[in-house]
């Protein structure tokens, strides 16, 4: 349901006439209603708010003639991501109306027709003549992109924006062979599948695609060519500054290719190169035109591209070793590594470790690590502990940089990728089958929701404002967060790796099927 806003401030207009009386041609009864001209101070306002933040705008009004009776500035518009920010400011014969965004708006762009006028009275039953005019709000709210694991560099999962479940519908559908992990901007999607080759038992064909966000329609492919073995040896794409980066396996050397592609056409752009040994990827991490990535011959490398040249920055030993499935964490100025006994930091420009934290529960299982660690406020870093797959139940724990402490271990284990918001921790146990909330600071769980389902937890944890999304491979579901009892408000029938685009749809990648969801 959109909302109308019908204004409303009386202008600071002496009312100095009186009822009846003569109208001026000695007929008796009220003078004709005066002429008020106004003037808008811009036909469009282009406002830009950024995410998470309330964007603020305004605009002038003002009008010539004179009137003996009240002037009150009446305003109307139908939107659901701004509001008047009060009532409208009078002074002298001009107006300020005022606007802001709600709470966390949805992202993307919308056009609104605003109308201003004067009225007699605050119901607006008399309108002055010359009074009404319109204006454009052009607002933009440009969400970041989905761009690797768990939306960015610090695998948070989340997204901060408010949604209505009454909005929530199927958009399209895309079919594929063993679809990775997506990664989306406003107007396209990526995706990389890989399809049976002729070239053995053992081989398999890469392929990266780029479809229409809006409708789904594939508008590129790129043929990566032969890879070894099983769909976890090319990973899910990343997205950063109109590039696609995807790493890939070849063969059991030093030269497996570190592709970028460019988003919009899918030319290919450039290929740097690391050693692996039999590996599975996890998306790579790209930005400010860099890209991360793990891997090594006998794994514990970190490397660090240069995506715009080509070249190989750095590539760093990690202080013990994991050989597959990890994304580093990166923000402005470090690098964050899980190794398996600690979280090395490593400087970001030079490669040069600076310093390890311990994890002093851990207990080696594999060398594997299908997660990544999460970058919280106040120097914490949330992470799972010990070597497992994405569906492995593990215990989460949280590592303080300014201690170099553990400050706290879950009893309980979890599985899959978790959502971090704030305070908050959002994570699923495949052994109860519940989402639950925990405490980021202590641990502790705040709330948990049963989801009504005995198939393992195949997707990672999305959060929202408003929603937490959860799926097993072929269901998702949405909690409403701002539910006290926290229920499931909606459910689709498709599941898989989540992710929610800055044109907010939610897309769920199934082996062989990529479903869009529009969510405003």
Known sequence: MKIVYWG?????????????????????GPPPLATLNVTMSAPTLN????????????????????????????????????????????????????????????GGK??????????????CGTVYP????????NLDVPLQAWGTFQRNGAHTGYVPVNYKVADFVKAWEYAGQSIQAPAATADMVAITTVEPSTGGTWQYRGTVRGLNAADGVEKWNYDLGSQVYASGYLSGPAI????????????SSGTNPQWVFDLATGAFKQQMHFASQWSTFNQPV??????????????????????????????????????????????DNYVYYYSGRALDVIDRGTGVL????????????SYDWFSAPVLGSGGKVFLY??????????????????????SWRSIVRYTTAFAYAGDTIYAVRDDAHVLSAINAATGEVKWSTSIPTSDTFAGNVVATASHVFVSTENETWAIDLKDAGHKIVWTAPTGGRLAITPGNLLLTAQRAKLTAYKLF
């Open 8 to 28: 409303a401030a009386i202008a600071a207009a002496a009312m100095v006439g009186a009822c009846g009386g003569d109208d001026g041609n000695g007929n008796g």
């Open 47 to 106: 406002v830009s708010s950024a995410e998470g933040q309330t964007g603020h705008f305004e605009i002038g009004a003002s009008y010539t003639g004179s009137s003996s009776g009240n002037v009150v500035a009446d305003v109307k518009f139908s939107d659901r991501r701004f509001v008047l920010d009060g009532t409208p400011v009078a002074a002298g014969q001009g107006y300020t109306v005022k606007f802001a965004t709600v709470d966390l708006p949805a």
């Open 110 to 123: 919308t056009s609104t027709e605003v109308t201003f006028r004067l009225c007699t009275d605050a119901a």
């Open 130 to 137: 010359g009074s009404t005019q319109t204006f454009t709000v």
């Open 240 to 251: 950063s500054d109109g590039l696609v980066h995807v790493t890939s396996m070849e063969s």
């Open 286 to 331: 790209a930005s400010a035109g860099s890209v991360y990535m793990s891997a090594g011959y006998y794994g514990n490398v970190v490397y660090g591209f240069d995506a715009l040249s080509g070249a190989k920055r750095w590539e760093t030993f990690g202080s013990y070793g994991v050989w597959a499935g990890e994304s580093p964490a990166v923000d």
């Open 354 to 365: 600076v310093r390890s934290v311990a994890d002093s529960g851990y207990q080696q299982q």
């Open 385 to 406: 502990s010990a070597n497992r797959t994405f569906y492995t139940a593990s215990q989460l724990i949280a590592l303080d940089l300014n201690t170099e402490t553990t």
